[in-house]
C-alpha cells in the first residue's frame, strides 16, 4: 500500500489539473476512495493550490505608471535611413532649439551599426517613437531665462578609445560585427549661466573628449541626480542613451 | 488608481493597439502598458517578493517591450509574449541579486501623545491594510513561495496564481509540457513540505 500512496501522491498535482488520462484519474480516484491517507494530502494540495489562487492582488498606482511611461519614452530606438540622408537620433521628447542653451550631449557606445544604409529588412532598425508631447521631461521645470546670453562652452579634445560592448539580442535581431561609432544624443540640459562653472566643476573629475565629458554608465545616474539637484538647473530635455553593458556617456555642459 | 482587471482582454483593440504602437503612436503604447501593469507588477511581486523590486523589473519588462515590440510575430498571444518577457526580467533579476528582499521591516514608533503605533516603511512593508487583511495562511504560503527555487516558483506563480493553463505556461517557459507538469508537481510537493507545520491553517481557513 505504502509503494501505491508513493506513486498515487507522486501523481496529485496533475490530478488536481486534470492534467491525466482518463485512466490514470480513475486510479487515482479509486485509490483515494478508500486511502484517507493519501485523501489528506490531496486535500492539502488543493487547500494551497486555492490559497495561491486568492493571494491578494496588488495593484500600479498613478507614480509607477508615470514611472513606466518616463522610462519608455526615454528609450531609444534605432532609426533606419528610408529617404536618404542620414537621420539622426530622436528623441522621444520635443527638442527646443536654442542659441545659447545647457546641452548635455549624450554619446553612446553601443552596439547599433550607425551605418546610414539600413535597410527595414534589419528587424532591428525601426523608426522610433517621436512624440511631441511625449513627457521625458522632469517636473519641476523653471522657465529659462533670456536665451540672448552666449553660450559657454567648454570645449575639449582627447577620443578615449570606446569600449567593444556585449549585447545580448532577442535571435530575431541579426547584429553584424561592428566598428564603434559613437552616435551622438543630445540631451540638453538648462542652467542659469552662473550655474554652469559649478556644474562643470562637478564634471571635472572625467575625461574630456570633444565638447563634453565622458562619463561610465554607472556613474551616470548619480551625476544627472546631481545635476538636477544644483541650483540653478532650469530642466532637460532629449533622453538618455539605451544603458547598455559598457557604454560611457557623454555630458556637453552649455549655459542659457 | 483604481483598476478593474479584466479577464479578457480587447483583443481586437489589443492588436489595433500593437499596430500603432509599431508606427510610432505612444499613446497607443501607453494604452497597452494601461492593459497590462497591474498583472506585471503582480506576477513580478509574487516572483521578487517585494513591491520596490517588482516595481523595478515591471519598468524593465515594459521598456524592454517597448524596444522589441517588433519582435512579437503574433505566433503566441501578446500576453504570453508579454510573460515570457517578464519571466526573463525576474530570473535575472533573481540570479543577480541572490537574495531576495521580503517585506519584513515594521518600527515601533510613539508619536507626541504617547501613542504607540507600527511604523511601516513604505516601499518594503506592507500597509496596515494588507497587514490586516492578510491571514496567516496567505503569509504563510507567500514566504513558502519565495523559499522555492526559481524556476519552481516561475512555474507555479504561472500556474495558481496567474491562473495560465499548461500549455501556455510551456509557451512561455520554452520548456514542453510533460516538463512543466512534473515542475509544477515537485513545485508542489515542495510547498506542501515548507508548509507542513502550518497543515491545519490551510485545511480549515
Known amino acids: 500500500m505504502k509503494k501505491d500512496c508513493e ?17 490514470e484519474s480513475e486510479t487515482v480516484r479509486k485509490h483515494l476512495a478508500v486511502c484517507s491517507e493519501c485523501q489528506k494530502e490531496h486535500d492539502f494540495m488543493c487547500a494551497i493550490v486555492k490559497k495561491a489562487k486568492d493571494l491578494p492582488v496588488i495593484c500600479a498606482d498613478d507614480a509607477l505608471h508615470k514611472a513606466i511611461m518616463q522610462r519608455v519614452l526615454q528609450t531609444k530606438k ?68 533670456t536665451r540672448a546670453l552666449p553660450a559657454q562652452e567648454t570645449t575639449v579634445t582627447a577620443q578615449t578609445t570606446p569600449e567593444e560592448p556585449v549585447y545580448e539580442e532577442p535571435s530575431s535581431y541579426a547584429r553584424t560585427p561592428r566598428n564603434i561609432e559613437a552616435e551622438e544624443k543630445t540631451l540638453i540640459f538648462y542652467f542659469a549661466p552662473d550655474a554652469v562653472l559649478e556644474a562643470a566643476e562637478k564634471l571635472s573629475a572625467y575625461t574630456k573628449d570633444g565638447e563634453g565629458y565622458l562619463i561610465p554608465t554607472e556613474e551616470l545616474d548619480a551625476v544627472l541626480v546631481q545635476l538636477k539637484a544644483q541650483n540653478g538647473y532650469l ?6 542613451a539605451e544603458q547598455t553593458e559598457k557604454t560611457n556617456v557623454k555630458l556637453v555642459l552649455k549655459a542659457e | 488608481m483604481a ?66 515590440l517588433e519582435s512579437y510575430t503574433g505566433q503566441s498571444a501578446f500576453s504570453t509574449w508579454l510573460f515570457k518577457i517578464a519571466s526573463n526580467v525576474c530570473l535575472d ?18 508619536n507626541d501623545e504617547g501613542d504607540e503605533f507600527l511604523l511601516n516603511i513604505k516601499s518594503d512593508a506592507p500597509t496596515p491594510y494588507e497587514t490586516a487583511q492578510k ?36 509557451r512561455i517557459t520554452g520548456l514542453n509540457e510533460g516538463t512543466v507538469k512534473s515542475r509544477i508537481n515537485r513545485a508542489r510537493r515542495a510547498l506542501k513540505k515548507l508548509l507542513e507545520k502550518d497543515r491545519e491553517l490551510f485545511l480549515f481557513s
Not at chain 1, 506513486?7 to 485512466?23: A, F, P, W
Not at chain 1, 530642466?235 to 538618455?240: D, P, T
Not at chain 2, 533579476?93 to 510613539?110: A, F, G, I, M
Request: net charge negative.
Open chain 2, 3 to 68: 483598476f478593474i482587471q479584466k479577464k479578457v482582454v480587447n483583443t481586437v483593440s489589443e492588436s489595433e493597439y500593437i499596430r500603432l504602437s509599431l508606427e510610432g503612436d505612444t499613446a497607443a503604447f501607453e494604452k497597452l502598458v494601461l492593459l497590462y501593469e497591474n498583472k506585471i507588477l503582480n506576477y513580478c511581486y509574487r516572483m521578487l517578493g517585494n513591491r520596490a523590486d517588482a516595481e523595478d523589473a515591471t519598468q524593465e519588462v515594459f521598456v524592454k517591450l517597448f524596444r522589441f
Open chain 1, 78 to 145: 534605432p532609426v533606419v535611413k528610408r529617404f536618404g540622408g542620414r537621420k539622426l537620433w530622436q528623441t522621444a521628447s520635443a527638442l527646443v532649439g536654442a542659441a545659447a542653451v545647457l546641452v548635455i550631449s549624450i554619446i553612446s557606445f553601443n552596439s547599433l551599426p550607425s551605418h546610414p544604409d539600413l535597410t527595414i529588412e534589419n528587424p532591428a532598425m525601426v523608426t522610433p517613437v517621436t512624440d511631441a508631447s511625449a513627457n521625458g521631461k522632469p517636473t519641476g521645470e523653471v522657465t529659462p531665462k
Open chain 2, 135 to 170: 491571514n496567516e495562511a496567505q503569509r504563510a504560503l507567500e514566504t513558502a513561495l519565495l523559499n522555492l527555487g526559481e524556476e519552481q516558483r516561475l512555474v507555479i506563480v504561472l500556474r495558481d496564481v496567474e491562473g495560465l493553463s499548461y500549455e501556455e505556461i510551456s
Open chain 1, 7 to 23: 506513486l498515487i501522491q507522486n501523481q496529485l498535482s496533475s490530478y488536481i489539473d486534470g492534467m491525466l488520462t482518463v485512466e
Open chain 1, 235 to 240: 530642466r532637460n530635455e532629449g533622453e538618455f
Open chain 2, 93 to 110: 533579476y533573481l540570479r543577480k541579486h541572490k537574495r531576495l528582499r521580503t517585506e519584513t521591516v515594521s518600527l515601533h514608533q510613539q
